[in-house]
């Protein structure tokens, strides 16, 4: 036995193992495997704390995890969520449809006119030389206020040239300014559709109007008053601090976007499929504001500007959501930086009214209550603080662009006006739904830019889209109305002309009682001018 333990303890090199006895053999692997066991052992032992730690937190995100899966997700349909939040999936490309049979086109009667506009030509547009008065040939007109062109032919050239149509009697125009704007106002402002206006237009006018007249007149319109809406996004460029914000729409059947850039004195907005920096880039061009504000989204956050405010009303409705989903230590520290922000907004909003020494003191103490929460509270690392240690980090990083407006006054707080100059492209979206083509949405984006900036200039919104419409032909070249022959001017005691409207204001029907004589504007089959007369009663 002892020749065998002194065998044992000695190593033993492989070739001797194949002479030795069987028991030497099996007495030296399984030592082998006994020092191997310890060594795995001492491994596993000093691993133990690690992977007590491993497994502690891979628990607690499960248990997080599960939080969050544990419930259905918040939609439009099953809770408040507002649905600009439920995004919708684009939708595919359709088949190309068959063509449909065309239905037999209706045009308009010609009417029997109450204004006629002679448009004669007075000098010749090839050698500039006076033309005749007399022999000139009628060669076009437009019901019913008729502006009937004349032509002529120079006697000493014999250059042919026509008289020219004033202004608000142009060949293309199928409707007056006023209609123009008052349907543009309609539909843009108090978000009546097509459909509604046709029997607005029917009810109350009486005016005979299709879905497609209407949508004409405001293309006819968008047309005129995209040099203003140019200008205005030129204006907002130019301001030294400018806001900006973007909500969801329905272009075609597919999201896009639409965009809002604004000041206190100008607004632009525009509706494009994309929701990144190249927005904004091509917005701004080459110029470099000396201040931004806006909300979180990375695209805002990467503008090159000299400053950079953040809303602090965005961070107060996320700090709320932090009091109502995390627990005890994640909710009192929410509500105490939430009530911080708070003061803030207030602390810019009564400056004018307080001493500079009373706002410096104020300013001090909130950025250090805002500082100790920040960066010296300790949050554990808990499941129900989650939110709470997710925007303490948040705040870490944009720190230098939470009180901006402390040291620049012109620099706002919020962004709440940009979400203003969105909220009324948001209830016209909710109303129709989504525009069937870009050209419509641009149409949209250039009335909401155009409304916006005569709400914030204090103006009347439908003058500011009737000054957009252009001058009324009643005003061509100072003329008054002619009366047909119906009227005698034994019938008339006055004539009151003011735009688009001609009123008789007392004439006497064949009973003797007043009876006010209703002029309204229709279009006619050539697609010319008119002005049609009705003697219903007002």
Not at 268 to 278: L, S
Not at 336 to 348: C, D, P, Q, T, W
Not at 383 to 408: C, G, I, M, Q
Not at 506 to 512: K, L, M, P, S
Request: glycine residues 8%; contains cysteine.
């Amino acid at each position: 036995m002892l020749g065998l333990e002194a065998q044992e303890q000695r190593d033993v090199a492989p070739c001797e193992l194949q002479d030795a006895p069987v028991v030497l053999k099996d007495a030296v692997f399984a030592r082998e495997l006994v020092r191997r066991i310890a060594r795995v052992h001492v491994n596993v032992v000093d691993a133990l704390p690690c992977a007590e730690l491993v497994i502690d937190r891979l628990t607690a995100q499960v248990a997080e995890l599960k939080a969050q899966t544990g419930q259905p997700p918040k939609t439009p349909g099953n809770s408040t969520v507002p649905p600009s939040v439920g995004f919708k999936a684009s939708r595919t490309e359709r088949r190309a449809r068959k063509r449909r049979r065309s239905h037999d086109g209706i045009s308009r009667r010609r009417q029997a006119p109450d204004l006629i506009v002679r448009c004669r030509p007075t000098i010749c547009r090839g050698c500039g030389e006076p033309l005749p008065s007399g022999g000139l040939r009628r060669v076009g007109r437009s019901q019913v206020i008729e502006a009937w062109q004349y032509a002529a032919r120079c006697r000493g050239c014999g250059t042919g040239t026509k008289g020219t149509y004033p202004a608000g009697l142009e060949p293309t125009r199928t409707f007056g300014p006023q209609i123009e704007a008052l349907l543009g106002y309609f539909h843009e402002r108090h978000h009546v559709s097509y459909e509604r206006l046709v029997e607005v237009c029917r009810d109350v006018f009486g005016l005979s109007i299709s879905e497609g007249g209407i949508d004409h007149a405001l293309r006819r319109l968008a047309e005129r008053a995209r040099p203003t809406y140019e200008a205005l996004g030129a204006e907002v460029r130019a301001g030294p601090v400018i806001g900006s914000d973007e909500t969801g729409a329905r272009v075609a059947g597919k999201t896009a976007w639409q965009w809002v850039f604004q000041t206190p004195e100008a607004s632009y907005h525009v509706i494009v499929p994309r929701r990144n920096g190249e927005v904004i880039a091509a917005f701004l061009g080459d110029v470099r504001p000396a201040g931004w504000v806006s909300d979180l989204w990375s695209p805002q956050l990467q503008v090159d500007a000299e400053v950079h405010q953040i809303c602090l009303s965005h961070q107060i409705r996320t700090l709320t959501y932090a009091v109502e989903a995390d627990g005890y230590s994640g909710r009192v520290w929410a509500i105490e930086l939430r009530h911080l922000f708070g003061r803030a907004i207030r602390l810019h909003h009564i400056r004018a009214t307080i001493t500079p020494t009373s706002f410096a003191r104020r300013r001090l103490l909130i950025e250090n209550a805002v500082d100790r929460l920040v960066f010296r509270t300790f949050l554990p690392e808990q499941p129900d603080t989650a939110n709470a240690r997710r925007l303490k980090e948040r705040y870490r990083e944009h720190r230098a662009s939470l009180f901006v407006f402390f040291d620049r006054p012109d620099v706002p707080p919020t962004n709440n006006a940009s979400e203003q100059d969105l909220r009324t492209a948001v209830i016209h979206r909710k109303v129709i739904g989504g525009y069937r083509s870009q050209l419509g949405a641009d149409i949209s984006a250039i009335f909401t830019s155009l409304l916006t900036i005569a709400r914030k200039r204090g103006e009347n919104l439908f003058q500011a889209l009737r000054t957009i419409a252009g001058p009324s032909p009643l005003d061509a070249g100072g003329l008054l109305c002619e009366l047909d022959g119906s009227m005698s001017d034994d019938r008339v005691d006055s004539v009151a002309v003011k735009e688009d409207w001609v009123v008789n204001i007392a004439y006497v029907n064949g009973r003797g009682s007043p009876t006010p004589a209703r002029c309204l504007r229709t279009p006619t089959s050539t697609g010319r001018t008119c002005l049609r007369a009705s003697r219903s009663s007002w």
